[in-house]
């Protein structure tokens, strides 16, 4: 029965949102609707059956749609009416999302956590760069010798055999060796490492020695870089912990010292955060 203007509209009951449809019957479901509108989930059709839009594309990603279907099937959007012809609005262009910050020594950028595996972060050695100004020293006192050597000769006051150069020579020889023979010296009987939880010293060459400060227990830690060691790449890591063995450790001759900074500040932070404690 029609019901008057001041009736409330009904709604298929296959179609809760509540478009209405004229007619006692929605077309479709077959079941009862009120007085006028369309069917919800196919507005393609009136009360009567009849094909309401000719031709519809979806109005987001302009695909076509099949009759009498309420949603696009590509992009899962409502159909609104449009003619065919008609070419949809592209959509408004969105920012990229902003990468998620670094986690530090964290993978995968996530928040320190208490369940973190203790893994190897950075390890480094004595660099050989921490020896150039040593060895182009000692290259100016080998010329200086040889230039005053030839000087003495030439004066007939000095060095007139061969084993009198040899002598004179081997001062300079003796530095060039002591140079070389303390970089080998540091460079393979001095490690260190890092890892989530500890900071590792390791020296010795025979007798090999290993010393472990808590991560939690380091204290302050900065790096220094004189003119020449700037130029060359390298400098000293000073880290300040309340290890008694080890109060205050020295990192000579780091190449890409401020790598190693960051990264024991950034465990020694982080460790901080998982314990609960103030940052400083």
């Known amino acids: 029965m029609p019901r008057g203007d001041d009736a409330p509209p009904k709604v298929c009951y296959n179609a809760p949102a509540g478009e209405e449809v004229t007619g006692?019957?929605?077309p479709k479901h077959t079941c009862a609707v009120p007085a006028r509108g369309v069917c919800h989930l196919f507005p393609g059709l009136t009360a009567s059956g009849q094909q309401r839009v000719p031709n519809v594309k979806c109005s987001n990603c302009g695909a076509e749609v099949a009759e009498n279907v309420a949603y696009c099937e590509k992009?899962?959007?409502?159909?609104?009416?449009?003619?065919?012809?008609?070419e949809p609005e592209p959509p408004e262009q969105q920012a990229p999302p902003a990468p998620a910050p670094s986690g530090?020594?964290?993978?995968?950028?996530?928040?320190?956590?208490?369940h973190d595996p203790d893994v190897e972060l950075w390890s480094g050695r004595y660099s050989p760069r921490a020896m150039i100004g040593t060895w182009i020293l000692w290259g100016l006192v080998m010329l200086l010798f040889v230039v005053a050597g030839?000087?003495?000769t030439s004066k007939g006051w000095l060095l007139t055999s061969l084993i009198a150069w040899l002598i004179w020579l081997a001062i300079p020889a003796a530095l060039w060796l002591y140079s070389y023979c303390r970089y080998l010296w540091l460079r393979w009987t001095i490690r260190y490492r890092l890892t989530t939880y500890?900071?590792?010293?390791?020296?010795?060459l025979l007798r090999h020695r290993t010393d472990c400060?808590?991560?939690?227990?380091i204290d302050d830690i900065d790096f220094e870089q004189n003119l020449w060691e700037r130029l060359v790449g390298v400098g000293t890591v000073h880290i300040r912990s309340s290890d008694p063995s080890n109060p205050v450790l020295a990192l000579p001759g780091l190449e890409n010292a401020h790598v190693a900074f960051e990264k024991i500040d950034s465990a020694r932070r982080d460790e901080r955060i998982r314990r609960g404690l103030n940052l400083v």
Do not use: N
């Open 24 to 26: 006692t019957f929605c």
């Open 75 to 86: 992009c899962l959007t409502r159909v609104d009416a449009m003619p065919a012809g008609q």
């Open 104 to 114: 530090g020594s964290r993978p995968g950028g996530r928040g320190p956590s208490k």
């Open 150 to 152: 030839t000087w003495l």
């Open 198 to 204: 500890r900071f590792y010293h390791e020296k010795g």
């Open 213 to 217: 400060i808590e991560v939690i227990d």
